[in-house]
Nanobody, 124 residues
Framework: QVQLVESGGGLVQAGGSLRLTCAASGHTASTPTMGWFRQAPGKEREFVAAITWSGGNTYYADSMKGRFTISRDNARKTVYLQMNSLKPEDTAVYYC?????????????????WGQGTQVTVSS
């Protein structure tokens, strides 16, 4: 089992920045890939970015490239999502997820463990 706890969400003005944190615990060796997803009201959950614990390989959704950066601290078993130049359309609940494979996949159903989510609200 793997437990994921997100933090760092909040209210920010358009153009501002936030850094989300995902603390992982449990048998993290079984989940070599970590991802961030988001879900806006009335919309489906969508992929944001993913990273591997080993090697730090990353992959981003096209709309996030250049604004969002995913990183990890293996010693702390923590994954981060740095979000810059935030827009009102970035408003959503952001979820951390872990999957039991090393491919940087984007589908929700390919991830095995999920955190409870953290709200990000960007005001115009």
């Amino acid at each position: 089992q793997v437990q994921l706890v997100e933090s760092g969400g909040g209210l920010v003005q358009a153009g501002g920045s936030l850094r989300l944190t995902c603390a992982a615990s449990g048998h993290t060796a079984s989940t070599p890939t970590m991802g961030w997803f988001r879900q806006a009201p009335g919309k489906e959950r969508e992929f944001v970015a993913a990273i591997t614990w080993s090697g730090g390989n990353t992959y981003y959704a096209d709309s996030m490239k250049g604004r969002f950066t995913i990183s990890r601290d293996n010693a702390r078993k923590t994954v981060y999502l740095q979000m810059n130049s935030l827009k009102p359309e970035d408003t959503a609940v952001y979820y951390c997820a872990a999957r039991g494979g090393s491919l940087l996949l984007t589908a929700v159903d390919k991830y095995d463990y999920w955190g409870q989510g953290t709200q990000v609200t960007v005001s115009s």
